[in-house]
């Protein structure tokens, strides 16, 4: 492979903590639910949200839970990182049906220590300790739809 990857575009600018939380909260997700990533998210600095395709709305338990376990990968410090690779060389773990129809060969996967790995073009922490804390500000459940509403402390 070349040394300069050849990638779309990137059309957002994310906040690195929001961000690289909602990579660790992704993945919690699926561990939990079984469910896919989130299939619509907004992440922003004051607050951040996203939707998964639930087939019930989780309980008061389940979402303090959610919440325990995203704030236990950020204690954990792990390294963020990223890897370049061609789509031949993306393990069959990684979804990647979620890439626009014009996505390069060249794939950016963002790992987030042995917990998680996604394609990603996102700006990201180096460690999750950098994230602060994570706290589920509000969740919402409509035929389906389980939206998560959550903020990070890290400024």
Same mark, same amino acid.
């Not at 909602?22 to 996203?50: D, P, T, W």
């Not at 709305?57 to 389940?62: F, I, K, R, V």
């Not at 963002?110 to 999750?128: F, I, Q, S």
């Given at each position: ?30 561990r ?19 939707? +998964? %395709?639930l087939?019930? &709305? ?6 303090? /839970?959610? =919440?325990?376990?995203?704030? !236990? $990968? ?40 042995? +917990? %998680?790995?996604?394609? &990603? ?5 180096e460690? /999750?300790? =950098?994230?602060?804390?994570? !706290? $589920? ?19």
């Amino acid at each position: 492979m070349e040394d300069t990857p050849i990638l779309n575009e990137h059309n957002k600018a994310e906040f690195p903590p929001a961000h690289s939380a909602e990579h660790i909260l992704n993945q919690a997700m699926v561990r939990m639910f079984g469910c896919s990533r989130s299939r619509v998210n907004h992440i922003e600095r004051k607050k951040s949200k996203c939707n +998964y %395709d639930l087939p019930c &709305c989780p309980t008061e338990e389940q979402i303090r /839970t959610i =919440e325990a376990e995203v704030n !236990r $990968i950020i204690a954990a410090d792990l390294l963020i990182t990223s890897r370049y690779v061609t789509r031949d060389e993306v393990p069959e773990s990684i979804d990647l049906s979620k890439l626009p129809a014009d996505a390069s060969d060249t794939l950016r996967l963002v790992y987030v220590g042995d +917990y %998680d790995v996604c394609p &990603c073009l996102g700006a990201h922490v180096e460690h /999750t300790a =950098e994230i602060g804390s994570f !706290r $589920i500000s509000s969740t919402s459940y409509n035929d389906g739809n389980f939206r998560i509403v959550f903020r990070v402390s890290a400024q």
